[in-house]
């Protein structure tokens, strides 16, 4: 079954669209079509969250909400979706619980980032259980920026308003509303254009590896987090798009085995972050500090690996971790060592009509230490200039085992081949033993000075970080080594 038009919920009804350009945003369509203004453009390169809107879909039978940034998100991602704008929040009669809140604390001056941060707390207050905690808000605000205000005013409206599951227009409606969405959902494979432009979005793996093999030449997107950018600050007009995100089954499901953990490609990395953090602490709070709520709920991982960014968070902890990618090409399928993905610069091992689709990654054995430390300039929301992560296998207190990966350090996220070597042997409990292999990161890489970091500075908090690892590992006595042990008290909750 085909579909020649993308279909979505606005404004409570529902909207066909076949005419419009693969690579067109939903900033674009809201604003210069639907003259729905109140969404507004800031930086256009999904940092600034003044164009948050929120999308509802159907997961497992209920409404999820989740914020994300219309500048960067492409509109044919909204397909199945229900768009909710600023302009929804208020009926004729009164304004929404978040917005009341809002006014009542003053959360508002220029009010230019005001609907983007009503929006995400509107996404906070569909999805909270419970009362929401200030750390909680934190997270939900980490990607909309406000230069006039300060947070205190917004943060307080957002604990006043997020305080239990919604009881509120949307909630009222929800029977309905999932209905609606429940009707869009007709599992027809979409192809929206002609032969030489379109948008396509394959429903089942199958449909795309034929697409695929037939149109080599189209641009795989996923949450558009990275592509969004190219269209938006490079320019580029791609003619040929085929979007994964109605793609299911393994390309987005989450299997936990006793020795592996295996992640389809496609899963956001919202929904990630659970798994990796039952895997191991260290990710946990490296997903906390993915981008922002808006970056998480769109991008993917399987993006974050395939766009074969030196400074990507992922690759170097996978990296470390052993893990491996499944590629699949028409009904082959193929894996390798992630690291072998990284062929130079931006180069990766991916042949024409080939796509990523799954990451196996081993857990850490008893015996094995894992540490991933991600060094960035800005705490929330920001690249990272170095991420070390740490693999290190012990007998008693020797490392009999050592898998180091970096990313930062060199044009793709690698090995450190030399210091794993040296690093055979390390005697725990005494620190001199330790030089030889921290020594050997100099030979391992040489970084480049660009605008996030020195050359320098890039190798000397790569020592670092390695040296912290020996540190929190060999239990010497230090004060901190973390920044949490540093937050105010209220964090802490
Ligand atoms: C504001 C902001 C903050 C960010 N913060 C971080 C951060 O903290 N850490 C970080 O690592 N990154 C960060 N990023 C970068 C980006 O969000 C991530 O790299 C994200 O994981 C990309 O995934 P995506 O699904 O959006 O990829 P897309 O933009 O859809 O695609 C990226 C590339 O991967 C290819 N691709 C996508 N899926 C597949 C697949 N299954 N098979 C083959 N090729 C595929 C695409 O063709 C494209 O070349 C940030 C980006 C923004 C805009
Ligand atoms: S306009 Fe700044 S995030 Fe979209
Ligand atoms: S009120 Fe947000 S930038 Fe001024």
Redesign the pocket.
Known sequence: MKRDHIHFIFRGSRVSLAGFPAHGTLLDWLRLDARATGTKEGCAEGDCGACTVVLSRLRDGRLDHRPVNACILLLGQVDGAEILTIEDLADENEQHPVQQAMVRHHG???????PG?VMSLFALHQGASEAVTRPQVETALAGN?????GYRPIVDAALEACVGPPQDRFAAKAAARINALAALDDGADLFVGTQTHFFAAPASEDALAALYTEHPDALLLSGATDIGLWITKALQTPPKIIWLGRLRSAFTAIEMGEKTLSLGAGLTLADAMAPLAELHPDLKEIMRRFGSAQVRASGTIGGNLANGSPIGDLAPCLIALGAEIELRRGSELRRLPLEAFFIAYKKQDRRPGEYLRRIIIPRPAPDREFRAFKISKRFDEDISAVLGAFQLGLVGRHVIFARIAFGGMAGTPSRAPMTEMASIGIDLDDPSTWAKALAELGNDFSPIDDARASAAYRSLIARNLFLKTLMEISGIPIDITRLSSLEAPHAAK
Do not use: K, V
């Not at 920026?145 to 205000?149: N, Y």
């Open positions: 508002a001056q220029c009010g230019f980032c005001t941060i920026l406000c230069r006039c205000t």
